[in-house]
Structures are given as structure tokens and as C-alpha cells.
């Protein structure tokens, strides 16, 4: 048995499909970048260097009250199944599962919080929660930062405050980030104009697996991009302020698209129902697309039998290392389309 395997039991706490605004905000999340006084960032660190931070910070994170009776993992002990499963879940980084020698995560109750320990920064502390919920994840986050301020000495300037081993985030640290539902912005074609938007208000926008990923299944990832010069509660404050104007905009489109094509949109998403329902072969990308349509229907009340939080799930159920995970056994390309089809018509049959 892997030590990740409890994990596929549980349903993670973003993807619970409650919360503010949880219709169009899949989830909210914080991360802290951190890095250990007067020792080199994880790149330029040497083995033996990148080992004695690994054991000072797998006893200062040991020893945070909120992170007692949570499952550590080391990231060399498991294997690259395991590893992109993590990642599925987002639980770590893409970069945290290279090099995995002397990188470990630790994972909180729920998966609510997350540390990864020497990826880019020495400690990248992360929490999520469903729905638009910033300022409950940034206080959770902050009681960690807190803890672990009392067990590790982290590189701090008055002048430049936390530094990071990325300019970006040298500063607070602090990337705040939402997972936005944005298919009616991106059918009546006005998403361009909207990220194009965020971006000159200092946003940043990726896809569901972050840097370097598509907006698959019609998820946008919007972020801060710069933390320095700005106290957290004004990035927050700022970043919560254009969620709001994004989730006002696809409301409106949602309510144009009823108004003028209700007909196409009742068609696209019972399509999409349909295919899901009897497709017996289907990859990642065209299950993405049809779970995106199925959960505008369920989202504007067109579909009742499922609920969101079902959908939710079937985004990363349906993913290579859960289905495989699932199975408990290596498949190919062509085994999970089977096996991904198979999970979905047993799940919307409600099994």
C-alpha cells in the first residue's frame, strides 16, 4: 500500500463545490513562499545542504499545532504514479516532483493545508478552501506562517522583506490565487477582452494546473503577480475586488446566453450529459470540455440528478494518475480512455 493511497478516500476540500459564490469560484487559495536564513535557495544549495534543511524543516513543520497528525511524504520514496497524483490533487508543484531527493510535503487534515519543503523556496505553504473564501484561507495560513516563525529562522530584510528565490514573489511572499468557472465568458467570446483586463490591473491568469497550463475544462487560475510593496490584506483586498467584477461578468453572460440562445446552450449541455452517460472511450481533454458543459447545466439548474460537488470530483477522478490510482495498476493511453468512460457513467449513475 502507497502512503498517498488514504487520500483517494477522501474528497479534498476545494472541491467540495460550497462556499460564496461557488457556482462560478471553484476554490480559493493562499500560498507563502519561505526560505531559511543564511541558507542557499533549494537550486543553488548543494546535496548535502539541501539535506540539512530537510531535517531542520521536517522538525519545525512537526512541530506546528495545526499540522499534528498530518501525512508526510517524502518525495524520493514514492513513485512517479504517486507523484503526478499529488500534483492532481494540488497538493504540489510540477516542480516539486523533479529532483525529488530531498523534497518532501506535508498534508493536512482534509487537504486543507499543504507544505511542500524544498521546492523552489525551502517552504512553500499552502492553503485551499471551495468557494470564494480568501480571507478563511488567509487566516489559516497565517496561524501556520506563525507556528513555523517560532521553530525556523526565515530570510528576512526590513528593506525587501521575505526573500524568495523568485524575484516575483520577494516581498510578503504571498500568492493569492482563485480557480474560476468561466464557460459562458469563453462561448460568447468575451474572455480575451476580460483577461486582457486582469492582466493590466497586475493579475496574472492560468489553467487549472498553473504555470504553463492551458485553461482546460474552462478553469482560469487568477493570481497576484507581484508581492512586493504591498501589505497581504491590500493583495488580497485588490485581488478579491476583480474576482468580484470576473464573476459579474460570467453571471451576466450566463443570464445573455439564457436570454438569447437558451435553446444552444439547453443543447450543449445535454449533449454533453449525454456523451458522458454512453461514451465507453474518452480522453482527458474531451472530458474536461463535456464536465465543464455538465456543470453549467447543474450550476443554472438545467441538470438536478447530479450535484456540483459529484461534478467536481469527476475533474480529478478522471485524471491519468487517479484513474491508475483507482485501478491499482499501471495503465496505458488507451486503458484509461476505457477506464476514464467507465468512471464516468458509473458516477453519473450515481454508484
Known amino acids: 500500500m502507497s502512503q498517498v493511497d488514504p487520500l483517494l478516500k477522501q474528497t479534498c476540500e476545494w472541491l467540495r463545490g460550497t462556499g460564496p459564490n461557488s457556482d462560478i469560484v471553484m476554490s480559493s487559495r493562499i500560498r507563502l513562499a519561505r526560505n531559511l536564513d543564511k541558507v542557499p535557495f533549494s537550486h543553488w544549495a548543494s546535496k548535502k545542504q539541501e539535506k540539512e534543511s530537510l531535517e531542520a524543516l521536517e522538525q519545525a513543520v512537526g512541530a506546528v499545532e495545526l499540522l499534528h497528525h498530518s501525512l508526510y511524504v517524502r518525495m524520493g520514496d514514492i513513485d512517479d504514479v504517486d507523484k503526478q497524483f499529488l500534483l492532481e490533487r494540488h497538493l504540489v508543484s510540477r516542480e516539486h516532483i523533479l529532483r525529488p531527493e530531498f523534497k518532501a510535503v506535508v498534508i493536512g487534515d482534509k487537504e486543507i493545508a499543504s507544505v511542500m519543503i524544498n521546492e523552489e523556496d525551502h517552504l512553500r505553504i499552502q492553503v485551499m478552501q471551495s468557494g470564494m473564501n480568501l480571507q478563511e484561507c488567509w487566516r489559516i495560513a497565517c496561524r501556520l506562517d506563525d507556528g513555523l516563525h517560532k521553530k525556523a529562522k526565515f530570510a528576512y530584510t526590513p528593506e525587501w522583506g521575505y526573500l524568495t528565490a523568485c524575484p516575483t514573489n520577494t516581498g510578503t511572499g504571498l500568492r493569492a490565487s482563485v480557480m474560476l468557472h468561466l464557460p459562458s465568458l469563453v462561448m460568447t467570446k468575451q474572455i480575451t477582452r476580460v483577461l486582457q483586463a486582469i492582466t493590466k490591473l497586475g493579475m496574472t491568469a492560468r489553467g487549472l494546473y498553473?504555470?504553463?497550463?492551458?485553461?482546460?475544462?474552462?478553469?482560469?487560475?487568477?493570481?497576484?503577480?507581484?508581492?512586493?510593496?504591498?501589505?497581504?490584506?491590500?493583495?488580497?483586498?485588490?485581488?478579491?475586488?476583480?474576482?468580484?467584477?470576473?464573476?459579474?461578468?460570467?453571471?451576466?453572460?450566463?443570464?445573455?446566453?439564457?436570454?438569447?440562445?437558451?435553446?444552444?446552450?439547453?443543447?450543449k449541455i445535454w449533449r454533453a450529459h449525454g456523451t458522458l452517460q454512453s461514451a465507453h472511450i474518452i480522453n482527458t481533454k474531451e472530458t474536461m470540455s463535456l464536465l465543464s458543459m455538465v456543470r453549467l447545466g447543474v450550476d443554472m439548474g438545467s441538470i438536478l440528478e447530479i450535484d456540483r460537488r459529484a461534478v467536481n470530483e469527476l475533474f480529478i477522478l478522471t485524471q491519468p494518475a487517479h484513474l491508475q490510482k483507482i485501478e491499482g495498476r499501471l495503465l496505458s493511453s488507451a486503458q484509461r480512455d476505457v477506464k476514464r468512460a467507465y468512471l464516468i457513467r458509473r458516477r453519473l449513475e450515481g454508484k
Open 210 to 267: 498553473g504555470e504553463g497550463t492551458e485553461a482546460d475544462g474552462n478553469f482560469f487560475q487568477i493570481s497576484n503577480q507581484v508581492t512586493l510593496g504591498s501589505a497581504e490584506e491590500d493583495i488580497i483586498d485588490n485581488l478579491e475586488r476583480i474576482i468580484r467584477q470576473v464573476i459579474g461578468h460570467e453571471e451576466n453572460a450566463r443570464k445573455t446566453l439564457m436570454k438569447t440562445n437558451r435553446e444552444v446552450l439547453q443543447d
